[in-house]
């Protein structure tokens, strides 16, 4: 079944087009991973996705129901969540309570809040840090902080845009396992990354985007045999 | 219904004429606001201060308010540096839990500069009495079968061309000079400037004199039409924005449309409704702006671009 | 509990104060740093948590006053009814302001609050039949004595410092300062950033109301220029909230008590006297630069910069 459907996406900016024409879907309960080129517009979609851009033309459908033109806050109500790729910390509330503010969407007493900042706090290893000023964190931290964030809204439908970018190889394994055990939790994942390591261990399926075009859509394995797409992408990733 | 026609143009053109001014003003707050991203809530006390320059220089030298606009102006330029050096500057570099702070900053500036005005000179009016005050030109002398009779007085136009001169230089000294580039540049993209090699810290501090400077040329414009009080400020202060929002934050071609509209309406609003009323038709037509046209003029005039 | 004890102790120690037979011009400077709490309180909630300045409190008090005052003058009614009037007019207010401008991002509420003041004030002085314009209210206190008046507004206050304490505590809390600290990352929390700047605001203009409709009981007499000023009211709560603690529970009364003392001294001082409103430009410029979030939100910083201060000499 399909979580999330995107219909004929299109999104220009003053004549120029950051996505065209594009189609996909998201099915219930897997990791789709979003790559392409910076520029491809990949944060694009995601900005369509979550309500901060209106799209031009076409629609996204959430479990069947058009969401695009509704407001961030309504998209993240229906259970769709976030995370930035230029990380968005309160930076001067503590990590716990960024958290917190973030668990009320569901739990308006302050109590059950509590109970489900306390898990995501465990489940994202950030526990011993609850107390910290969130900008004091390293930006390994802050990365997961985005995700603990993300998964307080208690979503069905998690949008990661670059989580593990700038990690070190110890962090990358640690957010690896974070996102594994979402999945396992039954939260369909949409993932944009440039680590080819990381998408092909933790993808089941990869939608390419290149110039705001969709240019390929498979398994990975597909992905990686595909002329275009290493042409495109990888070749120009594995050069650099 | 010629006399109603006479009325409803005498009210356009003196409202035009009021739009003149009223965008100098709002240009040089715009300016302000597009590169340093702050609005500067003094920017009315500015020009207050620039016409009692130009006030002490008529009553003690004799000095005609058009020929201070060789020496206001300057001397508010080199005062805007000041306050920008001294005070914006290191605002910027605190960390404060209020955003606007260097907002409040304005404000706080803008309360001492009008106190400071009421102790020295007291809060009473004051004009210039040029001689030429009330000397008018008609259009009955241009075209003697006129059906409708519009007065046009001298000091009211030459103020609004002075007006126009200076916007046309300003706008030639931002598109054809390099510190005028770089000014746009920095009001641009703060980063790309940087990395483009523009000292973005003097261009702020120039960007604040200029914007000082060209409220100041309002200043000693508006004199030889107006009266002076130190609270006078405030009052502009309050116009300044206005236009800025009608215009569209940042835009300069929008200040003058702004200025424009604000001094359109004002004008009618005077004739129309009351005198009184005009500060309350100024707020009408921002909250109108604010509901109906939140980017102002400008967002009509290019192509709407979607920026996050 | 322990929490609460600051405050209970604190409470104590002001109604035990009258009972010293404290002399009427001490009354007088406590009422009024009280009620500058109560307002600096209200400022706090929606400037300090969730980070939309307002220079246009002097509206909402002005709206309290002159609800007090109007409903004597028109309706003959004790100007103390102008508590309960004032509350759903000021939220009437408050709410129509907020569905305007903050949905907008960017200065435009800074602007707007700055405005709606002067418009009040303007308006005020124009409707010569209704408010009687620039020649002001009269109204006969209810006492002589400063002792009621006294506890009145210390009560107002509490109530003041549990409702801010209350939200501050509560989601509602939680959601001004996100709001305050990243709107992008708020939204896509889940959190209807319109809808809870509106809130604050709300809630801040109707404590603020409280406190004008006070100052007509305790005062006596209101003019537009005055209970709208921009300087001798907006600003003056501003400066309260930063001179004590931006974002800070007992950062208003510091700073109310600190201003209104200061504002006193400053005026009885000779020739500088007139100058006072100039004084508090001058000071509102220091601390912005020099004590950005307050005494009390500063503290930290405060008490490094002093003990290195006393280990270097």
Redesign the interface.
Known sequence: MSMLEIRKLSMFFGGLAALHDVNFDVRQGEILALIGPNGAGKTTLFNCVNGFYNPSEGQVLFKGQPISGLKPHKVCQMGIARTFQVVKPLSRMSVFDNVLASAFLRNPTRKGAQDVADEVLHFTGLWDDRDQLSKGLPLGKRKRLEIARALATQPEFLLLDESFAGLNPAELDVSIDIIRGIKQQGITVMIIEHHMKVIMAISDRIVVLNFGQKIAEGSPAEISADRQVVEAYLGEEHGA | MWVQAEVFLQTLVAGILLGGLYALIGIGMTLILGVMKI?N?THGQLMMVAMYIAFWLFTLFGIDPYVSLLIAPPLMFAFGMLIQKA?VN??LR????????Q???T??????LQ??AT?LFTSDYRSTPVDYASTAFYLSDLWAGTPVEISLSLPWAVSFLLSVVITVLLWFFLAHTDTGKSIRATAQDKDAALIMGVNVGLMRVITFGLGSALVACAGCLFIPIYYLFPALG?QFT?IA??IT?LGG?GSTLGAILGGLILGVFESMTATYVGM??A??GR?VI??AA??FL?GGVASLLK?????? | MKNNLVPLVVLAVLAGLPLLGLNSYVMHILILSIMWTLAGMAWNLLGGYCGQVSFGHAAFFGMGAYSAGLIHLHLGLSPWWGFLVSLPLVALVALAMGSVVLRLRGPYFVLATLAIGEVLRITCENLTDFTKGTLGIMITRTWVEKTQYYYIILGLALLGFMVCRAIVHSRWGYYFVAIREDQDAAESMGIDTTRYKTIALTVSAMLTGLAGAFYTNYMGYIDPGVVFSLGEISILIIMVVMVGGVATQWGPALGAGIMVILAEYIRSLPLIGVAYQTMFGVLLIVIIIYLPNGLVGDWPVLRRKLLRRGATA
């Open positions: 609005i809530l005070l290191p605002v605190v960390e404060s839990i209020l955003p606007h702070n907002v409040i900053l404000v706080g500036i803008g309360l001492v106190n400071v102790i405030s309050l924005f206005v929002i934050l009184g009323w500060p309350v707020f921002f909250v604010l509901v939140p192509t709407r671009k979607l920026s996050k």
